[in-house]
């Protein structure tokens, strides 16, 4: 599960967890703001005993109907959601991370090419959607519209 992840890093030279998959299927979430060649946020979830990780270009939607791309990247070790530091230059995600938002997670629905969940972190609250565009590694990261209860309609 992590061989691309490993393949990637050089441990002699990065501060990175080198991690291995996990047995437990955790609830966590970690947003990592990562100042590398281009400044992105690192979304992950913990799933099947890894970090399952998306990089956001322009950062986790704050208002529903947002939708902003996800490209799914490699699965990180489980380690990694506590990870904040500078990761050399010459190394692959070279730059600053930070730990921009972090807390817990319910999975609602999980398919192939579609993730949904409720975030119950500092700054990230409420439903959100991981949505597959294609074949290739895009997603859509959207926050979702409060449900309506009967009181409301």
Not at 2 to 19: M, Q, V
Not at 88 to 93: I, K, V
Not at 107 to 121: C, N, T, Y
Request: hydrophobic share 35%; net charge neutral; charged share 30%.
């Amino acid at each position: 599960m992590l061989e691309e992840y490993k393949r990637k890093r050089d441990f002699g030279a990065t501060p990175e967890p080198a991690g291995r998959p996990g047995e437990t299927c955790g609830d966590r979430f970690v947003v990592q703001e990562h100042h590398a060649s281009h400044l992105h946020w690192d979304f992950r979830l913990e799933m099947d005993g890894v970090l399952k990780s998306w990089a956001v270009p322009k950062g986790p939607p704050l208002e529903p109907g947002v939708k902003r791309l996800a490209v799914q990247v490699e699965d990180h070790p489980v380690e990694y959601i506590d990870f904040a530091g500078t990761i050399p230059a010459d190394q692959y995600g070279g730059g600053t991370v930070e730990i921009w938002d972090a807390g817990r997670f319910t999975l609602e629905e999980r398919r192939e090419d579609r993730l949904s969940f409720e975030l119950h972190g500092q700054k990230l609250v409420g439903s959100y959607a991981l949505i597959r565009t294609g074949p290739g590694k895009n997603w859509l990261l959207m926050k979702r519209s409060p449900k309506k209860t009967a009181r409301q309609e």
